[in-house]
């Protein structure tokens, strides 16, 4: 499979063209065990529902933005 | 009222949920989840904010986890956004993230003041509204932009007491009274909040709750201090609650001038 490269976080990384969102999340969120709660995901600034996550697929070229709570903010 | 018990108090209800408290928990400056556990449970806060940012691979363990084991619910708020867009797009993927309509809706003007930026703030609760959220805006304290708020349809309006962060307390305490009476959604004071009396003050004035973070988070002892803001929202609405004696001029004695023994020879 060939690599695509897309923005993740801000950092442009090389993927096998046709991964999957939900691939992208495991990827980038190793340390939780497989739990995805408290994740949320954008591509090219349009939220993926969860449940979507594993049919949506990365061609090149997409920013994803992957986000969770911390704390901060009043 | 026969009993003088804080817990006749049913607390905070916003959108037809009670909170059974007054006091919501900010985590901004936080310095660990240990420390987070302990004032969750000081303060006795059943919802705390949140912030929304990229996914840190290293991170260990999780505040969620922290909140969750507590029964406490995820207030997810827009901190660090400058526009009604970026706003808007938080509180989707927070949507998301946490399943929740509840949103508690920043929009600064500048990095200075960390002030409401009012028109970009009105806008995003407009887009918001519409969209099916629960929005408690974080606004300047202008009795006129707070009705503006409600009648977008915002479930609450969070006037601030002075500049996030800077413990300064309610610098307009009048201007604080006069959005308590402007809107008829729960008013909660945030941001400036600096120690225990700010609070109690902020329910005395009106407020329906209040919202601290960095007096408890960034203080010596943040679990005594959670505690002592748990203490100071209930003795605020005991005090309002029970009715004021009128501020005089002069003193008023208390003791009867009848009966006075004479001493005179």
Redesign the interface.
Same mark, same amino acid.
């Given at each position: 499979m060939t690599d695509v490269v897309v923005t993740v976080?801000?950092e442009k990384r090389p993927v096998p063209s046709g991964t999957t969102v939900a691939d992208m999340v495991a990827i980038?969120? +190793?340390? !939780?065990g497989g739990s995805d !709660? &408290? $994740? *949320? #995901?954008?591509v090219n600034?349009e #939220? $993926? +529902? !969860?449940g979507t996550w594993g049919s949506v697929r990365l061609t090149g070229g997409e920013t994803v933005? $992957?986000?969770? *709570? #911390? *704390? &901060? &903010?009043? | 009222m026969t009993t003088a018990a804080a817990s006749d108090d049913q607390g905070l209800v916003i959108a037809g949920k009670s909170l059974g408290t007054r006091l919501i928990l900010g985590t901004g400056g936080v310095q660990s989840l240990e420390v987070l556990d302990s004032i969750v449970d000081a303060s006795g806060a059943t919802i705390a904010t949140v912030a929304i940012r990229r996914v840190d691979p290293s991170a260990r363990g999780s505040l969620l986890d922290v909140l969750h084991d507590r029964g406490v619910s995820v207030l997810p708020n827009t901190a660090g956004c400058f526009t009604a867009a970026e706003a808007v797009m938080t509180a989707q993927l927070a949507r998301e993230a946490f399943a929740t309509d509840w949103v508690k809706l920043e929009v600064i003007g500048d990095e200075d003041t960390l002030l409401p930026d009012p028109v970009e703030l009105l806008d995003a609760a407009e887009q918001l509204c519409d969209a099916g959220f629960v929005v408690l805006p974080y606004t300047t304290d202008d009795p006129v932009l707070a009705r503006r708020l409600e009648q977008t349809g915002c479930a609450a309006v969070m006037p601030l007491g002075a500049p996030i962060g800077s413990g300064l307390g309610i610098r307009n305490p009048h201007n604080i009274e006069l959005v308590a009476e402007a809107v008829s959604v729960p008013v909660i004071l945030d941001a400036g909040i600096g120690t225990a009396s700010d609070a109690a003050l902020a329910i005395e004035l009106g407020c329906d709750g209040v919202l601290v973070a960095s007096a408890i988070t960034r203080s010596r002892h943040p679990e005594r201090m959670a505690a002592a803001m748990r203490r100071a929202v209930e003795s605020g609405y005991l005090a309002r609650s029970s009715g004021r004696i009128p501020r005089r001029w002069h003193a008023q004695a208390s003791s009867p001038a009848e009966g006075m023994p004479s001493f005179t020879a």
């Open positions: 976080n801000g980038t969120a +190793p340390s !939780r !709660r &408290g $994740i *949320a #995901v954008a600034r #939220v $993926i +529902p !969860r933005e $992957i986000v969770t *709570a #911390v *704390a &901060g &903010g009043c | -």
